[in-house]
């Protein structure tokens, strides 16, 4: 019902960083919340950060002030710019879309295919 494109990710430099994008399409009646978690093996998934449509955002404290999320609504996309990253920012990263689509009536998450971000020292 909803595909995304994820890009960037990859081996990035301890302390540099690291710009990933996804856009979100398919059958999207509605689309709410945008954002990344991030998962590592034998752990749960986390925040890492959202944005609402109306541009309001939410940042995990692990990462505040090294990231920044934006959004084009117009094109369903939603970026993460992470700077000044550590060796504990390795995890794969999952693109989030809240959306209600034509298929079903619900609103429900629905979740990229998630892209690794390896930090090298």
């Known amino acids: 019902q909803v595909r995304f494109v994820e890009s960037g990710g990859g081996l990035v430099q301890l302390g540099g960083s690291v710009r990933l994008s996804c856009t979100a399409s398919g059958s999207i009646r509605t689309l709410y919340t945008m954002g990344w978690h991030r998962q590592v093996p034998g752990k749960q998934r986390e925040l890492v950060a959202v944005i609402t449509s109306d541009g309001t955002t939410n940042y995990a404290d692990a990462v505040k002030g090294r990231v920044t999320i934006s959004r084009d609504n117009a094109k369903n996309t939603v970026n993460l710019q992470m700077n000044s990253v550590k060796p504990e920012d390795t995890a794969v990263y999952y693109c989030?879309?809240?959306?209600?689509?034509?298929?079903?009536?619900?609103?429900?998450?629905?979740w990229g295919q998630g892209t690794q971000v390896t930090v090298s020292s």
């Open positions: 989030l879309a809240r959306a209600r689509t034509t298929v079903v009536a619900y609103v429900d998450n629905y």
